[in-house]
């Protein structure tokens, strides 16, 4: 399971990049092409320094990358870590539903006893 194959840590990066509704949206708007951070900082009502640090986090669970384009950091998507995310939740949802078929199943089982 693809649970397993995440350590803890790595798993709890990826929920607290994409936790974070500004985080997402970085997301999104780098899905559909590679920014700047100070083009990104020009879309929200907040400090360039308070953009970077969502683009830091977003870059330590390995979601996005930077790298430098003259005096400019570029930030591109790393979509393989999306396709983890999907997975892991994926993962989780299929766990949750063989529970709930397997409650269902208890539930019939003391209905016909």
Not at 51 to 69: I, P
Not at 92 to 104: A, C, P, T
Request: glycine share 4%.
């Amino acid at each position: 399971m693809v649970v397993d194959e995440l350590s803890g840590a790595e798993v709890d990066r990826l929920f607290q990049a994409f936790a974070d509704r500004t985080r997402r949206d970085i997301v999104a708007k780098v899905t559909v092409g590679e920014q700047s951070v100070s083009e990104l900082a020009s879309h929200y009502a907040m400090s360039f320094a308070a953009v970077q640090k969502h683009v830091a986090v977003l870059e330590r669970a390995a979601v996005v990358t930077k790298h430098k384009r003259g005096r400019e950091q570029i930030v591109r998507v790393q979509l393989d870590a999306i396709t983890r995310a999907r997975t892991l939740l994926d993962a989780y949802g299929q766990m949750w539903r063989h529970r709930v078929d397997r409650i269902d199943d208890i539930l019939d089982e003391d209905k016909k006893g």
